[in-house]
């Protein structure tokens, strides 16, 4: 990856390595939407009649540094990947056992959204006036 690369959903290497990650973040993130009682197909900036996780979309996008990291340091561990193999995958799913710093504090991502999660709902509530993200450091 050079300085001219350019994320594309739909392009050549890296893009199916960065796509696949958010596959999986995505999934994890809409699990935690149901768990909390939201729909995921009800989003508040993504909004797509075929899509059933546009709220999904919504809270993963502060998430997709924690990604590009992941996939970022793979390449670099694997200079010759240029194929999704099963080592990768089984990498990525680690992503749900990352440590974040979320309101202060060190949580697994998969906490970490569920916090997120909650955090909306309690601002869909009026509990809570702000929604609950991990810091990148």
């Known amino acids: ?3 001219d690369f350019m994320r594309k959903r739909m392009g050549n290497f890296p893009n199916p390595f960065f796509n696949f990650g958010y596959a999986v973040l995505r999934s994890i993130i809409a699990r935690s939407l149901v768990e ?8 508040i900036f993504h909004k797509n009649k075929y899509n059933p996780y546009c709220l999904a979309d919504d809270i993963m996008e502060p998430y997709r540094p924690f990604v590009d990291l992941m996939v970022v340091r793979w390449l670099e561990k ?17 992503i749900a056992t990352i440590d974040l710093n979320i309101n202060e504090k060190i949580r697994p991502l998969l906490v970490a959204v569920k ?7 309690k601002c869909f509530t009026g509990e809570k006036r702000l929604i ?3 810091k990148l450091v």
């Open 78 to 94: 694997n200079h010759n990947a240029d194929e999704l193999t099963r080592e990768f995958k089984a990498y990525m799913l680690t």
């Open 36 to 43: 909390t009682g939201l729909l995921p197909v009800l989003g």
């Open 115 to 121: 916090i997120t999660t909650s955090s909306l709902y």
């Open 1 to 3: 990856m050079g300085s």
């Open 132 to 134: 609950s993200y991990p």
